[in-house]
């Protein structure tokens, strides 16, 4: 073990015990009970001590006792379906992947959490509210059946010597979405010209694997004005002529970019870390990539630390500010768990601003809050470059939430990945980008198909 | 062809006392048949409590036909479909006979020789999670060993294996045959040490030479056991998740998917197992003539000699 | 001799760079290099003193993966030679049934099996349990086993048994006594195969193993796939430092292992 991890986990623990001490008056309940959670292993050490503590001031806060498990991500991901297909659940877990909950609730398999969501409901962002939100489609309602604790976005990341390399200054990357991606094309040019034989200036995952394609998708379906593709009622608007021309346009660009060799050729079928790979390798210059776990992850390099430059979305091409799309970890109850009561309590506990804070602090902040009051209190939030940066995007600037928590249709359109496919029919298959949209619109509409929703 | 027992038996005094036992052969007696039973009992046990009851519990869960309308309509559930044929019948094939040349490689005398067998066993006795992974890295267009290699040696940039669909089933199917090939060609080199070395000497007093020795010695009494070998493994190859998942995730584009990769991602991804028992039982109308195959030649064979 | 250095680069090629990787540094993981820029031994050191994170109970976890491939080979061998003794010498009625029944478990997928396994292993009250995963093993590599037993054990004559029997043993002395020292070979074979088996098999151990403490090393590899940063030379020298094992046995009973699987004996 490392100086940086005990120091982290000395600071997780005073600053929990701090705060459990600071924490609102807590009233814990009568009878002493034990709640099974699994938990999902976190990126750092520092997160998983952070929930090791969490647990333990609870204990102590409530009398009752959590017996967890902290469990990798994709086996956690394959026990869940499991369980929840079988029956024999535990008490709560964190929705794994991010969208797995809306799916749950649709089919009716989640415990409502109203009334752990109204103790925080003031304190939480709009975005995490709507986030919070699904559709039952058993009860032929919505109603809150998940408890956000985090957020994340898709923050740019970009090496700034590179950037120097190529006779530029971070100064002059243009402030409009096009012209700032059109700009890393440049910087490539450059390079080549000066013997980087390897070196791509945009690190688009172009791939049909994992998650960063779906959402580098609706980014920049969202700059380019279709943010409306699914409203608030759940119904799909494919047919509203700027979404479509939104759509296209996302299409075009990464494709169009990759074809005239801007794009790493392997990028096509990348799977969930070879973009991080090729980051850190210094074969892209820039990723747009989820969380600021490619910084977390090499902060003990202090030098290239602070040599990758953490930077919000540029503004559209009209120059209105672009939200930026959050996804919301997301605690859910399933139905069937034993002790749901208990679980309910550790919610409410955990969702308190102040040991919310201390718990997503100790984790090194690679997940940011979703409640806004806590990121405006704390000033360690905006005192490291990368990290204001991020929270200035995913919390605090403008931001919508998801597509899928209005309609769990767009859940399965993304593990279709309707749309890379798309790409990847312009990229190799030689169709338009027209011709390409049209096929991914089919297959959306036919999804969606399978998904109604009675407005009440 | 005589078949030569190992032990011969032409003395009718045994033969006599062999009569009776053949008798009782499904007629046991008394305590006897009581001690056969105990000995059955706790596999039949494992046999029904984790074969029987998932299989039944999963043959339920596949069990909607209106699952299989959805795979159908999926629309990489052909090519998936053709990739798992193409996958087993390449894979299968050629991985056995290499495998069969191997062995009759590895027939050899010489020190060097056992060394290498040695080596040669590496990929299937380590783990494949890791392994695969090299190999994933390995193939990368950019950054992969292989394609740095091919620059060092001949200056030219390789070929992106991963990038289309045809290359990357074919690196899924490099990958299949790297990791099985060494198990079978230890069956298959069994399979020859077993061949007596009279058959051989025999020949020789003949005069047959290499081929006519493979074509009339090692090829009749190999094709039996070679037979079962490519069933069974035809059989292994439907579930091999591996090979493809890690090599090529499936892309690009969902095009190389098989149908056991198909199965989970629909399970899990999709987060509708039933949906991924589907899958994998929309194999069974190719799976079930390969068995009675497999089961009516393990009856019946006498793989001995 | 050409054909021999080919067959070595063919088989060595992915394991070369799994150890190149394993002797890299972070930064030059993902390099252009063939020989690894800046060779140490750091991450095996790492790996053998519990040094990262998700080491943090490597040894404890590789004394599951040992204990879960001794149970599944002894396992293995009791239950399938009892059996194949049964089916094969004993001669039960019906005993081809239970034979060919065996092979129906390969017809599933272990993968088809998964989601069923799990709900059974909680109804079973083994959840995260290592005899859930020893039991799963075990169901798979037994009817490879009783196959193995019934081919070799044709081989050995019947009448060796008959004039046991004559002289008054009863099975259980033919057994111990007869049977399982000439079936030695194809037991040895057969646990090889069973100890690999369960030693690489990771599908099952994900899913019903759940803390550290009841992980096994498979398991152990799959945390550094949980993110997009893992130290991915960390995660190459477990995967060799657990291959180890496997192969040191192997080599042990290589010999044996031939015989094993000759079908018919050779003399001579």
Not at chain 2, 240 to 267: E, K, M, Q, Y
Not at chain 3, 28 to 50: G, L, Q
Not at chain 3, 84 to 112: D, K
Not at chain 3, 152 to 161: A, H, T, W
């Amino acid at each position: 073990m490392n100086t940086l991890g005990r120091r982290s986990v000395l600071r997780a623990s005073l600053g929990l015990a701090t705060g459990a001490a600071l924490a609102r008056p807590y009233i814990a309940n009568a009878a002493a009970k034990t709640a099974t959670v699994w938990w999902v292993q976190g990126f750092a050490q520092e997160e998983d001590v952070a929930f090791r503590q969490l647990v333990a001031e609870y204990e102590k806060a409530s009398a009752n006792t959590i017996d967890y498990s902290v469990v990798p991500y994709a086996p956690l991901r394959q026990k869940i379906v499991s369980a929840i297909t079988s029956g024999s659940v535990p008490d709560l877990i964190p929705s794994t992947p991010a969208e797995a909950y809306v799916l749950f609730a649709w089919d009716d398999k989640l415990v409502d959490v109203s009334d752990v969501v109204a103790t925080q409901k003031h304190e939480y962002s709009e975005t995490a509210l709507l986030s919070a939100s699904c559709y039952n489609r058993i009860e032929k309602t919505r109603s809150y059946y998940g408890i956000p604790f985090t957020s994340a976005s898709l923050p740019n990341h970009i090496w700034r010597p590179l950037v120097e390399k190529a006779g530029f200054k971070m100064e002059d990357i243009p402030k409009t979405w096009d012209a700032y991606y059109d700009f890393f094309k440049d910087v490539q040019k450059k390079l080549r010209a000066q013997g980087e034989r390897k070196v791509y200036g945009l690190g688009l995952q172009v791939t049909t694997n994992g998650n960063d394609p779906n959402n580098v998708f609706n980014y920049f379906l969202i700059a380019y004005g279709g943010v409306g593709i699914v409203t608030k009622d759940g119904r799909l608007h494919l047919d509203d002529p700027q979404v479509r021309d939104a759509a296209i346009k996302a299409m075009t660009y990464p494709t169009t970019a990759y074809k005239d060799g801007f794009v790493p050729p392997g990028a096509v079928n990348w799977n969930d870390a070879d973009d991080n790979n090729a980051f850190h390798a210094r074969q892209i210059v820039m990723d747009l990539d989820g969380t600021i776990s490619t910084e977390v992850a090499i902060i003990k390099d202090r030098e290239d630390y602070d040599n990758i430059v953490t930077m919000g979305l540029p503004l559209s091409n009209d120059g209105k500010p672009v939200p930026a799309q959050v996804a919301n970890g997301i605690a859910m109850i399933p139905k069937g768990a034993k002790n749901p009561d208990v679980a309910k309590d550790f919610l409410k506990y955990l969702i308190q601003p102040q040991v919310s804070n201390d718990y997503l602090k100790a984790g090194l902040g690679r997940n940011i809050p979703a409640m806004p009051s806590i990121a405006k209190n704390d000033p360690w939030w905006s005192a490291d470059p990368h990290r204001k940066a991020y929270v200035e995007q995913g919390l605090l600037g403008p931001t919508v939430p998801e597509f899928f928590v209005y309609n769990p249709a767009y859940a399965q359109a993304r593990n279709e990945h309707v749309w890379s496919v798309g790409w990847n029919d312009i990229m190799q298959g030689g169709m338009t980008p027209q011709a390409a949209a049209e096929k991914a619109f089919k297959r959306v509409e036919e999804i969606f198909a399978k998904y109604p929703i009675v407005q009440s | 062809m005589a078949s030569a027992s190992v032990i011969g038996f032409s003395s009718p005094a045994v033969a006599r006392r062999i009569a009776p036992w053949r008798y009782l052969q499904g007629g046991l007696k008394g305590s006897e048949y009581n001690w056969a039973i105990a000995f059955l009992v706790p596999y039949v046990a494992v046999f029904l409590t984790f074969v029987v009851y998932p299989a039944f519990y999963g043959l339920w869960m596949g069990s909607d036909p209106s699952l299989y309308t959805e795979l159908f309509s999926d629309p990489i559930y052909q090519s998936t479909v053709v990739n798992t044929l193409l996958f087993i019948g390449i894979a299968v094939n050629l991985k056995m006979f290499c495998a069969l040349l191997m062995s009759g490689f590895f027939m050899r005398r010489g020190w060097w020789v056992k060394a290498l067998l040695m080596i040669y066993v590496l990929p299937w006795a380590v783990p494949a999670l890791p392994t695969f992974i090299s190999i994933h890295w390995m193939l990368n267009g950019e950054w992969g060993l292989l394609n740095n290699a091919i620059y060092q040696i001949f200056n030219v940039d390789g070929p992106s294996w991963l990038n289309s669909r045809w290359f990357a089933l074919g690196s899924a199917i490099y990958s299949h045959i790297w990791k099985w090939m060494p198990f079978w060609t230890v069956i298959l080199l069994a399979g020859r040490m077993a061949i007596p070395q009279e058959l051989y000497d025999a020949a020789k007093v003949d005069g047959a030479s290499g081929w006519r020795q493979f074509v009339h010695i090692n090829f009749p009494l190999l094709a039996n056991l070679y037979l079962i070998c490519t069933l069974l493994s035809t059989i292994f190859t439907l579930g091999d998740f591996n090979s493809v998942f890690f090599i090529s995730g499936g892309g690009p584009a969902n095009s190389t998917h098989v149908l056991a990769t198909l199965g989970i991602r629909d399970a899990f991804d999709l987060a509708k197992p039933r949906l991924g028992v589907a899958a994998v039982m929309s194999a069974l109308p190719l799976m079930i003539p390969v068995v009675i195959v497999l089961m009516r030649k393990l009856r019946t064979a006498e793989v001995q000699l | 001799m050409a054909f021999g250095v080919l067959v070595v680069v063919w088989t060595l090629l992915p394991l070369y760079n799994m150890v190149m990787v394993a002797l890299e540094s972070h930064g030059d993981v993902f390099t252009d290099a063939i020989w690894p820029p800046h060779p140490s031994f750091a991450s095996f050191w790492i790996v053998v003193t519990e040094g990262y994170w998700y080491l943090e109970f490597f040894w404890h976890q590789f004394g599951n993966s040992l204990y879960v491939g001794a149970a599944v080979t002894i396992l293995t061998l009791l239950i399938g030679s009892l059996a194949s003794f049964s089916i094969g010498r004993m001669r039960i009625r019906y005993g081809w049934l239970v034979s060919n029944a065996a092979l129906l478990t390969y017809v599933i997928p272990a993968s088809f099996l998964a989601i069923p396994f799990y709900r059974i292993m909680q109804n079973y009250g083994l959840a995260n349990n290592l005899w859930s995963v020893i039991f799963a093993e075990v169901t798979f590599a037994t009817p490879y086993g009783i196959f193995i037993f019934s081919q070799y054990g044709r081989s050995i004559p019947i009448e060796l048994d008959e004039s046991a029997r004559i002289d008054g043993a009863s099975p259980i002395q033919i057994y111990f006594h007869i049977y399982l020292p000439m079936m030695a070979p194809a037991l040895v074979a057969v646990g090889t195969y069973a100890l690999l088996l369960a030693w690489n098999e990771y599908l099952y151990q994900f899913l019903l193993l759940s803390s550290k403490r009841s992980m096994t090393v498979p398991v152990a590899l799959a945390q550094f796939l949980n993110s997009d940063e893992a130290p991915w030379n960390y995660m190459m020298a477990t995967a060799i430092v657990y291959a180890l094992p496997p192969l040191a046995i192997y080599y042990a009973f290589r010999g044996r292992m031939t015989a094993g699987l000759t079908m018919g004996g050779v003399k001579g």
